[in-house]
């Protein structure tokens, strides 16, 4: 049972244009959420992360939105670049269970200069 | 600061054999988690130390084995490889035992199973 998804496998953008990358979760237990990037042949990179005590967060280009009744996050990248297209994994965790972290089968973003 | 530091970064084994993936970090941290990347199927946790001297199951724990050496090392160990276990390995680490915060991960060892 696949408890993070990310229903979009992948996702083409014109260079400057917004990236929504898009992700749903089924346990109503999660309360702190992140984004991480990835690029071939290197580890996970943190992003950007959001509590379920707020409904956005922003840093920089990236900002996340959290619609806990629709158990829905997205991520949104504007303006997009070439050096953004990469592979995006959302999380999730729990603060009352086990300090695990679940992850999103990822989006990969082509970012089209 | 090196971060998080995986060996070796590649590695073939034939079925049954045996071999043990090395992890450290440098930061302090208190977290050390072990994933599997596989296609299509994101990361899955196999285990993970919350703490030095505590360990427990992930997602996916069955062939595996861990030690958390010391705060700084935490290793997997497959004890009799099967060709379903080929797959990147990523450690990761993460300053508090519980809660929120990121975690940061190594570059990965890319397992082949024969």
């Known amino acids: ?113 | 600061n090196a971060g998080v530091t995986q060996t070796p970064k590649f590695q073939v084994l034939k079925t049954g054999q045996s071999m043990t993936l090395q992890c450290a970090q440098d930061m302090n941290h208190n977290s050390m988690y072990w994933y599997r990347q596989d296609p299509g199927m994101g990361l899955r946790l196999i285990y993970y130390s919350a703490s030095e001297g505590t360990t427990d199951k992930g997602e996916v724990p069955n062939g595996y084995n861990v030690s958390r050496l010391n705060k700084r090392e935490f290793s997997l160990r497959l004890e009799s490889a099967a060709p379903s276990q080929t797959s990147v390995y990523f450690c990761a680490s993460k300053r508090g035992s519980r809660g929120e915060g990121e975690q940061y991960f190594g570059p990965g060892t890319r397992l082949t199973v024969t």
């Not at chain 1, 400057?16 to 089924?26: A, F, P, V």
Request: charge should be positive.
């Open chain 1, 1 to 113: 049972d696949q408890q993070v998804k990310q229903n979009s496998p992948s996702l083409s953008v014109q260079e400057g244009r917004i990236s929504i990358l898009n992700c749903d979760y089924t346990n109503s237990m999660f309360d702190y959420f992140l984004w991480y990037k990835k690029y071939p042949a290197e580890g996970p990179t943190f992003l950007i992360s959001i509590s379920s005590i707020k409904d956005k967060n922003e840093d920089g280009r990236f900002t996340v939105f959290l619609n806990k009744s629709a158990k829905h996050l997205s991520l949104h990248i504007v303006p997009s670049q070439p050096g953004d297209s990469a592979v995006y994994f959302c999380a999730a965790s729990s603060n009352s269970g086990t300090y695990k972290y679940i992850f999103g089968t990822g989006t990969r973003l082509k970012v089209l200069a």
